[in-house]
């Protein structure tokens, strides 16, 4: 597939969008002569396990990021919603380092990389720096791979390779060579279309075969649909489509190039459907025969893939960070992040960064179990800015808790020092009736005095008192009959360090 030298919407620069010369399968001719002799799974979710596999270079640098891949999921999802198939991340994340898989300049170089590391009975996904100079391709018998430049959250690359993985061609079949599988006829679009075009999909067939030059022919479809059946991709609910390279939509998501058909007849092509080379920005939908065509694939050729697992509920809400939070100076050379815990996650994205903006160079990426995070040991007096993402295998589209910020100090003992943990700061009843008595208690090492101050939703302090606390256990109660229901926090701090819980008044 030929002749992307700049994707406007992303700046990717390969030479092609899209590898896979990837003709109508024998499979799929004998689909489309009888679609309704194929079980589909009824309008049921089918979930596809999916083995992601992360290439870097010898040395381990240059790995496409967690963050990319959860946002990489969440478009996948996104676009694959309307056909019924999701797909999830099938056990770890696999890490590998090999400079000559991760950048690799021929087909067969990934499809050696695939045979070394594929995973049975998962649809296998490879993040790489340059997969021979395209945007990503599908080997029918090994797996996908994608660039990480064409694998931002506005791209569709992923969706296409696996619309191809799950049997179906580009709707412009035929033409991705010209007139000619080698690209030795050129076509004028002012002129009507011949009747068939020719192609070559050698590497791109079911098995691999290595010293055979497969040529195929596809007729040109026509506007009419009259040959839709035997034309192009054998879809008659995709509209003929002639153009095999990188092109924009205009308003109404069509193409600025008129095409003429076989008979003459003017038309340009659909720049919705994901599976042809309208840029991204155009493309959101499978048409219901593509839909049709993947599922029946599915369960008539892939069963490895169907999922019988109970897929784990979606993510729906977004962290509350805890500590520290407000720009709050923490004493020591590290600082202990913590966060309640968001029903459905088992895993939490944290990133730590010396800029508000999260810049890539200078942010940290960690993924954690866990509901805290200590920190590797930090400069001294520097503002840090953190935030959280939590996700599971099956949910990533949730975004980021809010930007907290704190200021290391390594001369400072740090409040959660003196009082052991947060977790030690006990906070009862919770939630607590308005008019009850709030009781707080702290188990403290040493004398403490500070502020403690409640504040409302909307970050206003309503109440404010001194407290002492002694080495040992100590008890305080809080009158709530003033307070209305709802959601406000308890911060405790002595002007340099503090501690944050959360209260909840019914």
Known sequence: CFSLVVNGQTGHSFDHFCGSHQGRSVWLKKYQATPQAYAKGGDTTVYIPMTIHILGTDSGSGYYSVRSLLDAMCTLNTTFEQTGLQFYIAGEILYHN???????????????????????????????????????????????????????????????????????????????????????????????????????????????????????????????????????????????????????????????????????????????????????????????????????????????????????????????VIAPVEGVTVGGQTATLTWEAVANATQYLVQISRLSSFSSAVTETYVTASTSFETEELLDDRTYYWRVRPFNAYSTCQDFSERESFVIDHDLVNLANSIHTLASWTIRPQPVSSGQLLELVWQLTDRWQGELQIINSLGQVIDQQTVYLQAGRNTKTIATHQLAAGLYFLRLSNGSTQAVRKIVVE
Request: glycine share 6%; hydrophobic share 35%; aromatic share 12%.
């Open 98 to 320: 090999n400079t000559a898989y991760y950048v690799h300049s021929t087909v067969l170089e990934g499809a050696e990389m695939m045979f070394e590391y594929n995973v049975p009975n998962t649809l296998n996904t490879y993040f790489v720096s340059d997969p021979a100079g395209n945007c990503g391709y599908n080997l029918p018998y090994a797996g996908i791979a994608n660039a990480k430049s064409c694998s931002g959250p506005d791209d569709i690359t992923w969706s296409h390779e696996v619309g191809h993985a799950l049997s179906l061609p580009h709707p412009f079949l035929g033409w991705e060579g010209g007139v000619s599988y080698d690209g030795s006829v050129d076509h004028n679009f002012n002129n009507p279309a011949p009747d068939f075009v020719t192609y070559d999909y050698t590497f791109f067939q079911d098995t691999l075969i290595l010293d055979t030059l497969i040529i195929d022919t596809a007729f040109v479809e026509l506007v009419d649909r009259s040959n839709c059946d035997v034309a192009a991709d054998g879809f008659c609910d995709t509209d003929s489509d002639y153009l095999a390279q990188r092109w924009s939509c205009n308003s109404d998501d069509v193409s600025p190039i008129t095409q003429r058909d076989p008979d003459g007849v003017s038309f340009r092509s659909d720049g919705s459907l994901v599976m042809n080379y309208a840029n991204d920005a155009c493309q959101d939908r499978f048409s219901l025969e593509q839909t049709g065509a993947m599922r029946a694939f599915l369960y008539d050729e892939r069963t490895s893939w169907v999922s019988t697992a109970t897929p784990l509920a979606p993510i729906l809400s977004e962290v509350t």
